[in-house]
């Protein structure tokens, strides 16, 4: 695959990271109590993001940049996320 195809995959998937934790964000301002555990996960999410974001702007600002590595090794972070974003959205339910 190329490079500015890879890019643009993992671009993809960071900006869906990024939507979902600001629609998890949005419904925690909407609680007027929101739950102990939901905002260690959103913790988790946000730290998630962070590292990704920061990760991508280090390979982007590279010329050398190994893309591929980074791609096979965001799969992990992204199945993290997952995770935790629907232990979050199963949060929601409960209340």
Same mark, same amino acid.
């Given at each position: 695959?190329?490079?500015?195809?890879?890019?643009?995959?993992?671009?993809?998937?960071?900006?869906?990271?990024?939507?979902?934790?600001?629609?998890?964000?949005?419904?925690?301002?909407?609680?007027?109590?929101?739950?102990? *555990?939901?905002? +260690?996960?959103?913790? #988790?999410?946000? $730290?998630?993001?962070?590292?990704?974001?920061?990760?991508?702007? &280090? /390979?982007?600002?590279?010329?050398?940049?190994?893309?591929? *590595?980074?791609? +096979?090794?965001?799969? #992990?972070?992204? $199945?993290?996320?997952?995770?935790?974003?629907?232990?979050?959205? &199963? /949060?929601?339910?409960?209340?």
């Amino acid at each position: 695959m190329s490079t500015a195809k890879l890019k643009q995959n993992i671009k993809a998937k960071i900006d869906d990271i990024n939507s979902k934790v600001l629609s998890i964000r949005e419904r925690m301002n909407k609680e007027e109590n929101p739950d102990e *555990e939901l905002q +260690k996960l959103l913790l #988790q999410l946000e $730290k998630i993001q962070t590292e990704l974001k920061e990760k991508f702007d &280090t /390979l982007e600002a590279d010329p050398n940049a190994d893309w591929d *590595e980074f791609d +096979k090794n965001i799969h #992990q972070s992204v $199945k993290s996320f997952n995770q935790a974003f629907t232990q979050a959205g &199963t /949060l929601f339910k409960k209340q």
